[in-house]
């Protein structure tokens, strides 16, 4: 599967198998082809009707309806949860125990994907569906997206596809998927995960997370480890270093730090740190006055004396010229069973491990 935006731009396919879907009570159109097989769904198929518990299909407009009065996912998403808040939550799904659920989402996700590799071999993957649930009626709940994931990577991938469908997109909500999928890698059981979504992304895709890389990075640069503004320091990079130095014109407190460590932090890669800096363009040249006072018949200055700076002043007003909310939009507390935390120091409790 291939990184994919949650809101990628529809391009019209000629061969477009199915034009419409029916997803409980919503229709809307589809995007691009997938690949349902021709005995069951026809080429020329106007309106398919897909389940919006298990996501199976059909073009009978009778046998759908009957199939939801009988549901086994009616009243309960499959899986595991593993985060609830505010009416949103996310539960896990193996697609080795969940096959044909696996399957059947994922050809209806094709339907607004433009890229995506893996349809019936879902045995290797996990999937993390978002549910929202009726406050008045817990047993009616909506599925609004998901992610997926490979159960073992070779590369740093922590996401492999992500998907908001349609009608629930510009809500926010892939930026709480995004987040719950570097919750997770970060929390994983042997070791943090340090990685980002599988390459390449789309075009859409990239916008997205590069948005997202911005404010969880600005998000990390402007509060503290409680959650309070810490002040308009200087944050200098030398080649892999980041500084939160002093001005001499000003008293701010200085704390020095590596592009590495933010990334750490941030559960980033090195790449994408410097590429969400670098986008926000609060970058800023520095002069090492050091090496400039050494004989100028030395070489140009080596890499390690190259730096840049980034004040928290610039950070801020990159926020708030784009009205960006800087609380994470997933909380910690939210996370339940193994994922669960027994502080918010990010310290898994003795039970949660064992359970694993």
Known sequence: MSSSSTSPHPKPLDAQNTKHVVLGNLLFKTWYQSIYPEDL???????????????????????YRKHTRVCEHRTTPPGTKVYDDAGYSVWEVDGEEYKLFAQNLSLFSKLFVDHKSVFFDVVSFLFYILVFTDPNNP????????????????DPNNLACILIFPPYQHKQLGKLL???SYKLSAWEKDAALIGGPERPLSEMGKKSYVRFWEERIARYLLLDKHGE??????LVKQQQKISKSSSKKRSHPQKSMSVQEIGLATGMLTDDVVTALTSMGVVEPTT?????????SEEDTTAEDRSVSVRKSKVMEWVRSRRVALQDPVREEGFLGGWALSDLNGVRSVESEEDE
Do not use: P
Not at 46 to 63: K, N, P
Not at 229 to 234: A, Q
Not at 288 to 296: E, G, P
């Open 41 to 63: 769904v026809a080429s020329d198929t106007d309106r398919l009707y897909v389940c919006r518990w298990c996501f199976r299909y059909s073009c009978d407009g009778a046998a």
């Open 229 to 234: 503004d810490s002040g308009d320091g200087v």
């Open 139 to 154: 047993d009616n709940y909506s599925i609004l997206g998901y992610f997926s994931k490979e159960k073992l990577s070779w």
């Open 178 to 180: 995004m987040g719950v």
């Open 288 to 296: 090492n006055k050091k090496r400039k006072k050494a004989s100028s």
